[in-house]
T-cell receptor, first 118, second 112 residues
Framework: GAGVSQSPSNKVTEKGKDVELRCDPI?????LYWYRQSLGQGLEFLIY????????KSGLPSDRFSAERTGGSVSTLTIQRTQQEDSAVYLC????????????????FGPGTRLTVT | GNSVTQMEGPVTLSEEAFLTINCTYT??????LFWYVQYPGEGLQLLLK?????DKGSNKGFEATYRKETTSFHLEKGSVQVSDSAVYFC???????????FGTGTLLAVQP
């Protein structure tokens, strides 16, 4: 079946502009995750959704970052007033059920959105 | 806090050589441990996992054993191929959390 998809694949924006990144998880996956991969910081967790709620937002680096998920499916990560340090690859992942339920919790990753802030 | 430390790369090997990529972790409780691989131009893929002490994860000829006494999860393969060239990430998921904590990644380059 279809994997996790993300759009756009590449985004170049000017400093100070807002950007929206989209993630379509695998159908039927209730858990959705956002990570960021950057040269200086490696792979970092940003936020986790279970259904439409976000029980763990601990990785969001500042209040310029926000995310929402609607209908238990598509998620949007929004970065306001972008800064050069926001340049990174933003990865989305989904899994069938969260850990602790006795089911597989393998996270399936999308191809990422490469964000460049000039 | 929880963290993962893996060996710095790049690791350059000849085809059919033995591979070890070291990974150690710090975590409270009993985390699950993972190796993810990122092939050139592709997304992250789960390579193998282990969910409790002494478990051995294996896939595509790669193996890693969850060693609680040494807090390690070293990745090994007996005979690497050029197609194994990729970046390998060790990761943990602490109990009662839902997020993966990754190491910095190790670039493996296999030469024919």
């Amino acid at each position: 079946g279809a994997g996790v998809s993300q759009s756009p694949s590449n985004k170049v924006t000017e400093k100070g502009k807002d950007v929206e990144l989209r993630c379509d998880p695998i159908s039927g996956h209730t858990a959705l995750y956002w990570y960021r991969q950057s040269l200086g910081q490696g792979l970092e967790f940003l936020i986790y959704f279970q259904g439409n709620s976000a029980p763990d937002k601990s990785g969001l680096p500042s209040d310029r970052f926000s995310a929402e998920r609607t209908g238990g499916s598509v998620s949007t990560l929004t970065i306001q007033r972008t800064q050069q340090e926001d340049s990174a690859v933003y990865l989305c992942a989904s899994s069938r059920l969260p850990p602790g339920t006795g089911s597989s919790y393998e996270q399936y990753f999308g191809p990422g959105t490469r964000l460049t802030v000039t | 806090g929880n963290s993962v430390t893996q060996m710095e790369g790049p690791v350059t090997l000849s085809e059919e050589a033995f591979l070890t990529i070291n990974c150690t972790y710090t975590a409270t409780g009993y985390p699950s441990l993972f190796w993810y691989v990122q092939y050139p131009g592709e997304g992250l893929q789960l390579l193998l996992k282990a969910t409790k002490a002494d478990d051995k994860g294996s896939n595509k000829g790669f193996e890693a054993t969850y060693r609680k006494e040494t807090t390690s999860f070293h990745l090994e393969k007996g005979s690497v191929q050029v197609s194994d060239s990729a970046v390998y990430f060790c990761a943990l998921m602490a109990s009662a959390t839902n997020k993966l904590i990754f190491g910095t990644g190790t670039l493996l380059a296999v030469q024919p």
